[in-house]
């Protein structure tokens, strides 16, 4: 039971740091796509005195990806109906040109007023309408939701990492007398260091498949069945095989770090 104990100790905040690691890989993918999401459903709308190709919007900011011309005729489409053909044509001669503008990426709000500035420099621009208020609310909360997380996560990692620390000395006290040994007969550090590596080495491997099993019933059963559309629709960005490279190379060097730090800080030969 004693030595079930132990090595949970040492399991446990590991695999604290790999979830809070694979949560972050998950979060930044899901955000990425909800980002382009929000770029692809983002428009600003633009008035003109003359017709303006995409070339023209793009000299002007380089953030503009597309444009899209709105038929002058659906605007005024219920103004003229009933109007003689010659009054009508006047009056669309008479009406700006309109057009919703794309971006090339989801902007901060002081970029987008900065896009409206160089816009309305132009003075075949009229209006440019950039829908702040709602766009700012938006990309606030969406910024202070990645901030709290990355904070939430940044602090349990460090948390976990001196629990790490703490078990690994006591595994070194455990093995106290046998490196004392290689010691006096000369062995260098990685040996006599090598039976600490040994036990957090595989508890480091155990801590990552057990983190990937997880994240993998996540993926395939508790997404699919859960109903929240986000899950479902970014049910692929939960887990990728390629994770279970990154969180066996982070839990290698946080195992090094940890047997390090430990030796290190009372190297030589106890009484």
Known sequence: MKFIKNHLMFILPLMAILLGIEFYLVFDRTTNSYEKRLKEGYTMFVVTKTPMALADFQVLNSHIESVEAIDRKEV???????????????????LPYFY????????????LESIKTDLKRENSIRKVETFGTAYSASYRLFTFIKFTLKLFIGFMGIVSIFLIIKQMEIWKYAHKRR?????????????????????????????????????????????????????????????????????LAAALV??????????????????
Not at 100 to 111: D, F, H, P, Q
Request: proline residues 1%; without cysteine.
């Open 100 to 111: 919703n503008i794309g971006l090339n990426a989801y902007v901060k709000t002081s970029e």
């Open 254 to 271: 946080i195992v090094v770090v940890a047997v390090y730090s430990v030796v290190f800080s009372s190297s030589g030969v106890e009484e």
């Open 179 to 247: 490196m004392q040994v290689m010691e006096i007969f000369g062995a260098p550090l990685m040996l006599r260091s090598g039976i600490l590596f040994k036990v957090a080495v595989i508890d480091a491997i155990v801590a990552t498949l057990v983190t990937a099993l997880i994240f993998l019933y996540l993926k395939f059963e508790w997404a699919a069945q859960s109903g929240i559309e986000i899950m479902v629709k970014n049910q692929e960005n939960l887990f990728r095989m390629g994770d279970i490279g990154i969180l």
């Open 76 to 94: 005024v489409g219920d103004i003229v109906k009933g109007i003689s053909r010659n009054n009508t044509e006047k009056i669309l001669k008479a």
